[in-house]
């Protein structure tokens, strides 16, 4: 048997110490200790492991031991760019297809077949006018048919450049793009070529692989993110601010306890209007009420759009089970492990999958389409309620500190904010702070937590370093979880700013009636990461210069997830720096990882930083990451200032 990590190497939150005891103590296995049990293979990690035909497997082991290219002739530097790719296309796929049904949903609103009412009328104006789709003598619904259209077509057509692309790509990015013949056309074409080239056969140039997994890039930003983000704002409601709970804390013993998991809104949404319509069934259970908590990306979305809880994000999403009070976890699709099941035969809990695609042996499942999703989400409220009598007082404990966090920062209600201060030109105290150096840079700390790392420990030092150093900070993901959690999403969390920094959020805050803005922003769920991007490029357009010339990076700590790479590399297809805490397999290659940490000022001949202007920053250590990352955004800066 492996050594178990003693608590305090597993999480910083001391709820997460106190569930995993339970869990230790009830003999049950979750997420943190498999990963100790778990040999990393040395091959698999460096990314030089090949399985892409039945000539192998093929390996390649370092310092030239043993043979070095695969049966096929493939070296180590192919194998490994192959490998990546492989990851992007993965990554970018989940993306594409949460877009493609956020699309769909809002087609059979907008037909009037699925019950769904469109919330944000103004959003779907202007993301129409900005398609050019001519509105005059169409009704909301025929827009809104129309819009869906669009981005149906992002799926489809076959010539000229995705629609989303056009709508959201800053101009430079775009020319750069089109001289690189990297430009994507649609979703599934771009994700079927992918896969393609990656075959035993086809693309065995490592640099042109890389360049392959750039459009992965766009295509998670534009197919997922953009499109994504666009049709929920018009759907359920842009965010605007709002004050939540976090920490498991946020369950409670006296009612009927939901958590929705995954990352699509269509079903959480109804899950929380249902659980308010059947609220006296609890009653009659002897629960007195239901309370939907939030678990991973599904948990920011509600949290952005209602104001819902949130007790995990992924890594500790076994632990909520191990309360004992959570009657049901309702799973949609990504980062679901495949653990909870077993997790949830040790309790009362019941498992509930909802789309065909994305099912869990041994647990329930309710087919959920948007156009019966009354039924469906009524059909899971009442599973949920049964099951309260079932509960083991014996196996009951949770927590009981919450944390008061700010979420709901859309890019409109940054802006909204901001016009506070200056409505004919609500960038301008941004900016104004960028030039004088009251705000030195900006950050978006992002991706998730991952059971093999210190929960919480990467994503919130980085953070503080940062905010010490009066780079402004938003967040989305699991990340925002891990700073909600320990007061960065909060007014304690101020101290930790710079005072040029707590200048800026406090005259932003007062001029919104706030005491100050939160530390840092809550931006939403991955998909969200639109909103940081859609920031930055008004930011750029509005400077008259391009995204790569921005004090701005990104970075994610304690990812776990190959959608993490791909919304890595469309900000660094933007030329926006990304620092990543966890290794992305990819050291078995020197020319691979060449071109993607590689600096301008390198002889190799190709790299991302000087094809995009920006590049990978893989640092383990948060303390030397988040220099790393302030040496980038000075060297940005000093060129941004010369040039202004
Ligand atoms: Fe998944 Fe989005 Fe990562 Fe959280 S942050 S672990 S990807 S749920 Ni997106
Ligand atoms: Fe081996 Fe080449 Fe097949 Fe990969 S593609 S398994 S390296 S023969």
Redesign the pocket.
């Known amino acids: 048997m492996a050594k178990m990590r003693d608590l305090e190497s597993v999480s910083i939150d001391p709820q997460v110490q106190f569930l995993l005891d339970k869990a230790r103590n009830e003999n049950v296995l979750t997420a943190f200790d498999r990963a100790d049990m778990m040999n990393i293979c040395g091959f698999g990690s460096t990314g030089v492991c ?9 390996r390649i082991a370092p310092n030239g031991k043993g043979p070095q ?6 070296d180590v530097h ?2 490994v760019a ?1 490998s990546f790719l492989n990851h992007l296309t993965q990554g970018s796929s989940g993306h594409a297809e949460h877009g493609r049904e956020v699309a769909l949903t809002l087609l059979e609103v907008a037909e009037g077949k699925a019950p769904y009412q469109i919330k944000d009328v103004d959003k779907l104006y202007r993301v129409a006018h900005d398609l050019e789709i001519v509105t005059e003598d169409l009704s909301m619904n025929e827009v809104a048919k129309e819009v869906a259209l669009k981005a149906l077509e992002d799926f489809q057509k076959q010539t000229g450049i995705m629609n989303w692309v056009k709508l959201r790509a800053h101009e430079d990015s775009l020319n750069t793009w089109n001289k690189l013949g990297i430009t994507p056309v649609n979703a599934h074409l771009e994700i079927t070529k992918a896969v393609a080239r990656n ?3 086809c693309d065995a140039d490592p640099t042109n692989l890389i360049l392959g997994g750039v459009t992965m890039g766009l295509i998670d930003g534009y197919a997922g993110l953009h499109l994504s983000t666009d049709l929920q704002d018009i759907l359920f409601g842009t965010p605007k601010a709002v004050k939540a709970k976090y920490s498991m804390a946020v369950l409670d013993e006296k009612k009927i306890n939901i958590a929705v998991h995954g990352h699509i809104p269509m079903l959480s949404e109804k899950s929380v209007e249902w659980s308010r319509r059947l609220e006296d069934e609890a009653i009659k259970q002897g629960a007195t009420g239901i309370n939907i908590v939030g678990v991973c990306c599904t948990g920011n979305e509600l949290l952005m759009r209602q104001g819902v809880s949130v007790a995990s994000s992924f890594s500790s999403q076994e632990l909520v089970i191990v309360s004992g009070v959570l009657e049901a976890m309702v799973v949609d699709i990504q980062c679901i492990m495949p653990g909870i099941q077993q997790v949830a035969e040790c309790y009362h809990t019941e498992i509930i999958t909802t789309l065909p695609y994305v099912k869990i042996a041994g647990a329930t499942h309710v087919n959920f389409e948007p156009s019966e999703a009354d039924e469906a989400a009524q059909e899971i409220v009442m599973k949920a309620i049964n099951r309260f009598s079932k509960r083991d007082p014996e196996k009951i404990s949770i927590p009981d500190q919450t944390v008061d966090a700010y979420a709901g920062f859309s890019t409109e209600q940054i802006v909204e904010a901001l016009s506070g201060l200056n409505g004919e030109d609500p960038l301008k105290p941004v900016i104004d702070a960028l030039v004088s150096g009251k705000i030195r840079g900006i950050a978006a700390l992002v991706g998730c937590t991952n059971p093999r790392e210190k929960q919480d420990y990467g994503n919130t030092v980085v953070t503080k370093e940062l905010l010490k150093n009066n780079v402004l900070v938003v967040s989305t993901g699991c990340a925002a979880h891990s700073l909600a959690k320990h007061n960065l999403m909060n007014f304690d969390g101020l101290e930790y700013c710079g005072e040029g920094l707590k200048e800026v959020l406090e005259a932003v805050g007062n001029a919104a009636g706030l005491p100050s803005l939160p530390p840092t922003m809550h931006m939403g769920s991955c998909v969200d990461n639109s909103r940081p991007a859609d920031l930055l490029t008004a930011i750029a357009n509005r400077l008259g210069v391009s995204m790569n010339e921005l004090p701005a990076v990104g970075s994610c700590p304690e990812t776990h997830s190959p959608k993490a790479l791909s919304i890595g590399t469309f900000f660094i297809a933007h030329g926006i720096d990304v620092h990543i805490g966890v290794s992305p397999q990819l050291s078995g290659s020197e020319f691979v990882t060449n071109v993607l940490y590689g600096d301008r000022t390198d002889e190799h001949e190709v790299n991302a930083d000087k094809l995009f202007g920006g590049k990978l920053i893989y640092e383990q250590d948060p303390y030397t990451a988040a220099k790393l990352l302030l040496e980038r955004i000075d060297m940005k800066r000093e060129t941004l200032l010369n040039k202004l």
Do not use: S, W
């Open positions: 090949c399985r892409h035909c039945l000539e192998g497997p093929c290219t695969g049966v096929c002739g493939a192919q194998i192959r075959a035993m056969g």
